[in-house]
């Protein structure tokens, strides 16, 4: 079992809708996590962390985790062409594979 | 700027010719690591180093060989490269490790071996 799996996609949505991008994590003592953006001929860039059980945000993106599933998502509201990237979840160094989503206007 | 840099961006090589990427940061960070991305398996960590002269395996590190003699640079050695190493490689510099610090990624190097 990987240490960090992830939806592979890819998702399509239209301007304007939420997307829920999703991770599960194998290891219980993780609490500390983060996403990481990549747009396509570039090097991820890290969008925001989120540490332990609960909620953080960032301006139209959200992050949470869910200790007891071992669940890790992230949000993004109003979703724009610019968010057009594939989005890595991660911890420490353990990525997941990556979800490429494609935001059309 | 602060950035991590990578050469060569692209690279065309041929079974067992040696090769090095180099990878350099430019914002004093103690910690450096490389990885491979591949589709389907996502970024994958070969070696990494926690400062000068400390270097340490990570997931995948058969066939490559990393050295830290500076803290800005931490060049990643092929020495005889094969079809399986084909892959997009990255560098990144992180100043509190990767367990709670933003890692800072070069923009890539796509190396095909034939």
């Known amino acids: 079992q990987k240490e960090v799996e992830q939806d592979p996609g890819p998702l399509s949505v239209p301007e304007g809708a939420i997307v829920s991008l999703n991770c599960t994590y194998s290891?219980?003592?993780?609490?500390?996590f983060m996403w990481y953006r990549q747009y396509s001929r570039k090097g991820p860039e890290l969008l925001m962390y989120?540490?332990?059980?609960g909620n953080k945000e960032d301006g139209r993106f959200t992050a949470q985790v869910d200790k007891s599933s071992k669940y890790i998502s992230l949000f993004i509201r109003d979703s724009q062409p610019s968010d057009s990237a594939t989005y890595l979840c991660?911890?420490?160094?353990?990525f997941g594979t990556g979800t490429s989503l494609t935001v059309i206007p | 700027e602060a950035q991590v840099t990578q050469n060569p961006r692209y690279l065309i090589t041929v079974t067992g010719k040696k090769l090095t990427v180099t990878c350099s940061q430019n914002?004093?960070?103690?910690?450096m690591s490389w990885y491979r991305q591949d589709p389907g398996l996502g970024l994958r960590q070969i070696y990494y180093?926690?400062?000068?002269?400390?270097?340490d395996k990570g997931d995948v590190p058969e066939g490559y060989k990393v050295s830290r003699k500076e803290k800005r640079n931490f060049p990643l050695i092929l020495e005889s490269p094969s079809p399986n190493q084909t892959s997009l490689y990255f560098c990144?510099?992180?100043?509190?490790?990767?367990?709670?610090?933003?890692?800072?990624f070069g923009p890539g190097t796509r190396l095909t071996v034939l």
């Open positions: 990144a510099s992180s100043s509190a490790g990767p367990v709670f610090g933003e890692q800072f």
């Open positions: 290891n219980s003592a993780f609490q500390y």
């Open positions: 989120t540490y332990s059980s």
């Open positions: 991660t911890y420490q160094f353990y």
């Open positions: 914002m004093n960070h103690e910690y």
């Open positions: 180093s926690m400062n000068v002269e400390v270097t």
